[in-house]
C-alpha cells in the first residue's frame, strides 16, 4: 500500500499522542530513505532487555486414575494409589528491580516448580528461586543474581483510559521473545472467574500461551500491566486478552518481598451490586456501589459501625461502583490499615473508618490445631461445586510460609478424612484433629483428584 504525503502525516500525528499524558513521544520518528516513518523500535529497543522468558519444572501427586475404578482396584491392589507426574511450563516476567534481582510473573506459571530458569534476552540462562506467590491475584515474584540486568518503570494503571496504545511484550508458544500491539479495550473487567480478584486491563494486542507472565507497556515504554489470560475458543488469540494492572500487581509485589506472601486483611460484610431496581425500592438516585447484605459479628465493619442495608460508595479516596470492585480494594489492604469508607444510609452520606482485620473465618483458626498453624477452615459454602456431593471441611485460606503451608496443604483443598475418620463439619474436625498433637494423616480432595498429607512434628 502506498501512503500519501496527507495520510503518512496523519499516521504520524495519531501515533505520536501518549495515550497517557497527551504529549510527542520523539522517539516515535524513525529516519529511512524515504523520509521519517512512525516507529516503536526505539522505544522497543528499551524496553525488550527488561522482559524475560520462564522455564519452569516440576512434579505434582495425583489420583492414579486406575485406581478409582472398583474392578481395577480389586486385580491392581499392590499399585500405588498415587503417582508422581512431571510438569514443565513455559512463561515470561518482568525484571522490575534490577538491583536486587526480582523479576515478576504469574503464579500459575511457576506453579508446581521446584527448578525455575528466567532467560535473558541477550540468552544468559539463569537459576532463580521463587520469593512467594498470592494464587488469587496469580502473581509471583522471582529473585536471580546476576550484573547487567536491566528492569522496567512501573507506570500507573489508574491513569490509562480505553483506547490507548499499548504493546505486549512475552514468550508465546515458547517462540521466543515477540512484540505485539493494539489498544486498551476495557478497564475493570470482571467476574471471569479467572483468578480470585479481578480487575483486568482488556487489550487486543495479540496474547497467547506463553504470553503469561510478560509486559502490557504504555507508549512510554513503562509498565501498566501483567499480561495473565486470554479468550480463546479455538485456542489461540481472537483480539481478547487480560492484563493484571500494575498498581494492583505492585501491592501484592511489595508484600510477597516482604513478607514471602500476602497478608491479605478483611473488611467482614457481605455485599451485593446495586441494580437500578435495588436504588429505585431504596429511593436511591445512583445507581452505583456496593450494597452491604451483611455484616460478620466481631469485623472490622461493625466496630466502624457499618450495616446492612448501608450503600458503599467510596473507599480511601476511590469511587466504588460495584461489589467486585470493593472486594479488590479490600483485598489489596493488610491487616491493621486503616480505610475511610464512604457510605449511603437512609438518603444521607456517612463517612466511618474502619481498622482491616485477620480473616476471621467461621470455623477452626489456626491456633487451635498446632500442626496446622496458619490455615483456615470453613464448611462447605452452598455456592461450592462439590457442595452437596462430597462431605467434609473447606480450606478457606493458608498464609504463605506457614507450617500448614510447608505441609503441603493449599486453599481450596477440601479434607475428606482425619486419621483415616471421615469428617462432617469444622466442629468434628477440630474434635478429632486434637486428639492428635504430634501427626496428622489428611485425606483431601484438590480439584479432580483425592491425596493423602502426613503432618509431624
Do not use: C
Not at 113 to 135: F, N
Not at 198 to 227: C, Y
Request: proline fraction near 6%; aromatic fraction near 6%; glycine fraction near 12%.
Amino acid at each position: 500500500m502506498k501512503f500519501t504525503p496527507i495520510l503518512s502525516a496523519l499516521l504520524l500525528s495519531v501515533l505520536m499522542v501518549s495515550p497517557v499524558q497527551g504529549g510527542i513521544i520523539p522517539w516515535f520518528r524513525g529516519e529511512t530513505d524515504a523520509g521519517e516513518v512512525p516507529t516503536l523500535a526505539p522505544m522497543l529497543k528499551k524496553v525488550l532487555p527488561a522482559v524475560v522468558n520462564i522455564a519452569a519444572s516440576g512434579k505434582v501427586v495425583v489420583e492414579n486414575p486406575l485406581m478409582q475404578d472398583p474392578f481395577f482396584r480389586y486385580f491392581f491392589r499392590g499399585m500405588p494409589p498415587q503417582m508422581e507426574r512431571k510438569t514443565q511450563s513455559v512463561g515470561s516476567g518482568v525484571i522490575v528491580n534490577a538491583r536486587d534481582g526480582y523479576v515478576v510473573t504469574n503464579h500459575h506459571v511457576v506453579k508446581n516448580a521446584e527448578t525455575i530458569y528466567v532467560i535473558l534476552k541477550d540468552k544468559r540462562r539463569l537459576k532463580a528461586k521463587l520469593v512467594g506467590s498470592d494464587p488469587d491475584t496469580d502473581i509471583a515474584v522471582l529473585k536471580v543474581k546476576s550484573d547487567g540486568l536491566q528492569d522496567l518503570p512501573l507506570g500507573d494503571s489508574d491513569e490509562l483510559q480505553v483506547g490507548d496504545f499499548v504493546v505486549a511484550i512475552g514468550n508465546p508458544f515458547g517462540l521466543g521473545q515477540t512484540v505485539t500491539s493494539g489498544i486498551v479495550s476495557a478497564l475493570g473487567r470482571t467476574g471471569l472467574g479467572i483468578e480470585g480478584y479481578e480487575n483486568f486491563i482488556q487489550t487486543d494486542a495479540s496474547i497467547n500461551p506463553g504470553n503469561s507472565g510478560g509486559a502490557l507497556v504504555d507508549l512510554h515504554g513503562r509498565l501498566v500491566g501483567i499480561n495473565t489470560a486470554i479468550v480463546a475458543p479455538s485456542g489461540g488469540n481472537v483480539g481478547i486478552g487480560f492484563a493484571i494492572p500494575i498498581n494492583m500487581a505492585r501491592e501484592i509485589m511489595e508484600q510477597i518481598v516482604e513478607y514471602g506472601g500476602v497478608k491479605r486483611g478483611m473488611l467482614g460484610v457481605q455485599v451485593q451490586d446495586l441494580t437500578p431496581e435495588l436504588a429505585k425500592a431504596m429511593g436511591l438516585e445512583t445507581h452505583e456501589g456496593a450494597l452491604v447484605s451483611g455484616v460478620t459479628k466481631g469485623s472490622a465493619a461493625e466496630k466502624a459501625g457499618i450495616q446492612p442495608g448501608d450503600v458503599i460508595v467510596g473507599f480511601d479516596g476511590k469511587k466504588v461502583k460495584s461489589s467486585a470492585q470493593l472486594r479488590n480494594l479490600v483485598g489489596l489492604k493488610r491487616v491493621g490499615e486503616k480505610a475511610v469508607i464512604e457510605l449511603i444510609r437512609d438518603g444521607r452520606r456517612l463517612t466511618v473508618t474502619a481498622v482491616i482485620g485477620k480473616p476471621s473465618i467461621s470455623g477452626a483458626v489456626s491456633g487451635e490445631i498446632p500442626l496446622l498453624e496458619g490455615a483456615y477452615f470453613s464448611e462447605i459454602p452452598p455456592d461450592h461445586p462439590l457442595y452437596g456431593e462430597v462431605s467434609g471441611v473447606l480450606v478457606a485460606a493458608v498464609e504463605m510460609g506457614s507450617p500448614a503451608w510447608q505441609a503441603g496443604l493449599r486453599k481450596g483443598d477440601i479434607i475428606l478424612s482425619v486419621n483415616r475418620k471421615p469428617v462432617r463439619n469444622v466442629e468434628e474436625f477440630v474434635r478429632i484433629a486434637s486428639r492428635s498433637p504430634n501427626r496428622l494423616l489428611l485425606r483431601i480432595r484438590r480439584g479432580n483428584f483425592s491425596l493423602f498429607l502426613v503432618l509431624e512434628r
